[in-house]
């Protein structure tokens, strides 16, 4: 007992970083899930690729002795728009290449496509880092002030890299919510995913907004690969697939389709997902432990569908005729 | 006339290709030329029959010939059986009945760990008496019981998710067969199930029952030189059966009352199809035939652990069914031998013809780019470890272009009365 109460509160702490990653991949899904009622498997993949356009960019700032002499703040910066920018950009042309030419075909053909798309990138990063660095596991290069502490009074301590996390997750969640409920340009997105023909007859250049669905949500993705990056340091190409496949039951869980929901099934799987690593191991006496927690993500999303699939904040999803 | 020209010139291609491996065991080429002597029997314009003999000849005779001069013939030969058996079994589930399911993977580790772990001694660690491993003559009965376990997983994961929307339904399939991995890995404690990460070695083989009827007939054979041989005739028996069920599964009232639901859903049960109860079955259906696939899967390998069974595994089948043409029983055949063969022969000759590059010391003269040594070529690029990007593209640029496979199901069905239909 006294053990569970002394790591409560670090544990809390992984659970919500975990959950504001989480969070941010989850927009992505439940973006796109919106406006084309179809699951991009390749989600995972753009995170990924977020994460190793951070190390790329790390890596030479390191080696040029550029990364001790420029403020963090700015590399962080830099690191966070470009992983977002190209993460985004990946997100569209996916778009355009697998999914467009796709649109208005039976719902599992979009589907198998995306599974493939998500394969052929993990092994296309793969190729170009085994060319490039002839290795494709890759380090984050450590950035001082980030890696150090906060003492809180007794025993606690404050990670300055998950206050980090979780602070620049909730400035992108804000922005985003400014972002789409009001500009223009976030109306026709809601537009789009309330009714496409109706927005189409009211002007909404509805194939530049799907687009734009999938850059913002391949930027948010993009910003949590950088903040995985950041965060756990090591990075390869199939690193995407697990934290995908839990955003996509984050997403589910909050109701997919519904922005809010996304971001409150994140934290709450995140969270749970982080007690249950650290505390079934202290209830069955070491019998069970870590290594079942991606179990419990998979039951959740398996008992989240067949009981609930509307999600805890139940916006009611249509079945296309 | 003309049908007499087919039947020798096929004759004859098969003759020369048999005789070209014959004399190069080595060459990579000269086998797949061989191997295309199969599509070729299928297209050719003669009587089913005559077919029938062809592929007979082929499969039954000759492949077991020249496996004998290049034993490695065989061991591909076996895995592209195993992965027609698999494909032929999701193609039910996706093909026939329209489910994508991601995580068909699950139901070929339940077979294979099932005879895995009562065939060895790993059972001995969770029942006591040292009744284990079971002797081989064990093995035919757990055949059925693999094709059983398989329909009762499926059934059971079924019954719950089969309500949900195709897209979730794959999502929770991939994560059922998520799920099945971390228990392989991790239930070796607190009892010790499954050797966790380790795998479980050695697994009984079949028995040699014709072991007797040889002696009284004067030969005496080594067990190493027959296995080979004897799974290669056991995947082919497996294949045939599978093939058969298919077919018969096709045409029958289930067959089409499951097409009826892949095409709408909400059509089929207004006309009184029973929507639940069909697609259960056709998940009981594909999950037998996995099942019982990852047990000769087993039986061949002697060893297996967590690593032959994952989400990489499940997408290959799936792409061999989506290639070849989901619903069609050739095309299916087709996808698996083709993306198996290129797999197992065309990749992995890149990668040594690519290794053999990089030793050999050559400069090589590319036009524009001017000398280039292939040493430089990083070692960690070899073309075998990207089985993922081939797949991938190929479900990319099928859905794209060709959505319904290379040899696409028929359409238009004969009608009740045998005639054609419109």
Avoid at chain 1, 167 to 180: E, I, P, R
Avoid at chain 2, 336 to 352: C, E, H, W
Avoid at chain 2, 396 to 412: E, K, Y
Wanted: proline share 5%; glycine share 12%; charged share 10%.
């Amino acid at each position: 007992m006294e053990i569970a109460l002394a790591i409560f509160p670090q544990v809390l702490l992984d659970g919500l970083v975990l959950g504001f990653m989480y969070a941010l991949i989850a927009l992505g899904y439940t973006m796109v899930y919106g406006v084309l009622e179809f699951i991009n498997f390749a989600h995972s993949e753009v995170f990924m690729i977020g994460a190793f356009v951070g190390v790329e960019i790390l890596l030479p700032l390191q080696n040029t002795g550029a990364l001790a002499a420029l403020h963090p703040a700015w590399v962080l910066l830099m690191v966070l728009l470009c992983g977002m920018v190209f993460s985004g950009c990946v997100a569209m042309g996916l778009e355009r290449v697998a999914y467009r030419p796709l649109r208005g075909a039976p719902r599992l053909v979009p589907l198998i496509s995306a599974v493939g798309a998500s394969f052929f990138l993990q092994d296309l990063v793969r190729l170009i880092e085994s060319l490039w660095r002839n290795t494709f596991y890759l380090t984050y290069p450590g950035l001082g002030v980030i890696e150090t502490t906060i003492p809180l009074g007794g025993d606690l301590e404050l990670p300055v890299k998950s206050l980090l996390v979780i602070g620049t997750a909730l400035a992108m969640l804000l922005g985003l919510n400014l972002f789409v409920t009001r500009t223009k340009v976030g109306t026709a997105i809601r537009a789009v995913a309330e009714d496409p023909d109706a927005a189409s007859l009211m002007g909404i250049p509805v194939d530049r907004m799907i687009a734009l669905t999938f850059f913002v949500g391949g930027a948010m993705g993009g910003a949590a690969g950088v903040l995985f990056g950041l965060h756990y340091a090591l990075v390869n190409p199939y690193s995407g697939f697990i934290p995908g496949l839990k955003a996509f039951t984050a997403a589910v869980l909050g109701g997919i389709g519904n922005m809010p929901g996304a971001v409150l099934g994140g934290i709450v799987l995140g969270v749970v997902e982080a007690f249950a690593a650290s505390y079934l191991s202290l209830a069955t006496g070491g019998y069970f432990g870590a290594e079942y927690k991606d179990v419990f993500a998979f039951a959740i999303l398996i008992l989240i569908l067949t009981f609930r699939p509307k999600g805890l904040m139940g916006e009611v999803v249509r079945e296309r005729a | 006339m003309k049908r007499f020209a087919y039947v020798f010139g096929l004759a004859g291609y098969i003759a020369l290709a048999s005789l070209w491996v014959y004399s190069f065991p080595q060459s990579v080429f000269a086998f797949l030329v061989f191997e295309a002597s199969l599509v070729g029997i299928y297209f050719c314009p003669v009587a089913d029959k005559l077919k029938l003999f062809f592929l007979v000849v082929v499969t039954v005779i000759l492949l077991p010939v020249l496996g004998s001069v290049n034993g490695y013939y065989l061991e591909v030969a076996i895995q592209v059986g195993i992965y027609i058996a698999l494909a032929l079994g999701l193609n039910i589930v996706v093909g026939f009945a329209g489910l994508l399911n991601l995580g068909f993977v699950a139901f070929y580790a339940l077979g294979a760990y099932l005879w895995a772990i009562f065939g060895s001694a790993q059972a001995n660690a969770f029942i006591a008496g040292g009744h284990f491993p079971l002797s081989a003559g064990w093995f035919f009965p757990f055949l059925f019981l693999a094709i059983a376990a398989g329909a009762v997983t499926g059934f059971v994961l079924g019954l719950p998710v089969l309500r949900l929307r195709g897209d979730y339904l794959a999502i929770v399939t991939l994560g059922f067969a998520e799920v099945m991995r971390a228990l392989l890995n991790n239930l070796d404690k607190p009892i010790n199930f499954t050797n966790g990460p380790r795998g479980i070695t050695p697994i009984q083989r079949p028995p040699l029952f014709f072991q007797g009827l040889l002696q009284a007939l004067g030969i005496t054979v080594e067990p190493a030189a027959v296995y080979p041989l004897y799974f290669y005739f056991l995947v082919l028996v497996l294949v045939a059966a599978a093939v058969l069920v298919s077919r018969r599964l096709e045409d029958s009232a289930i067959g089409r009352a499951w097409k009826a639901i892949r095409e709408d859903e909400t059509a089929a049960a207004t006309v009184g199809i029973p929507v639940v109860k069909m697609k259960l079955f056709a998940f009981a259906v594909g999950a037998a035939f996995a099942s019982v696939t990852g047990m000769i899967f087993a039986a061949k390998q002697v060893f297996i652990n967590p690593e032959s069974f994952t989400f990489m595994e499940s997408i290959g089948v799936l792409a061999m069914v989506i290639l070849g043409g989901a619903g069609s029983i050739p095309g299916v055949v087709l996808g698996a031998m083709v993306l198996t063969i290129l797999n197992l022969q065309l990749l992995k000759g890149l990668s040594l013809w690519l290794n053999g590059l990089r030793q050999s010391g050559t400069l090589l003269y590319l036009p524009l780019l001017g000398d280039f040594d292939p040493s430089q070529i990083p070692v960690q690029f070899e073309p075998a470890k990207y089985e993922r990007l081939v797949f991938g593209a190929i479900l990319i640029v099928m859905m794209i272009f060709r959505p319904q496979g290379i040899l696409p199901a028929r359409t238009s069905g004969r009608n009740a009365d045998g005639t054609a239909g419109s």
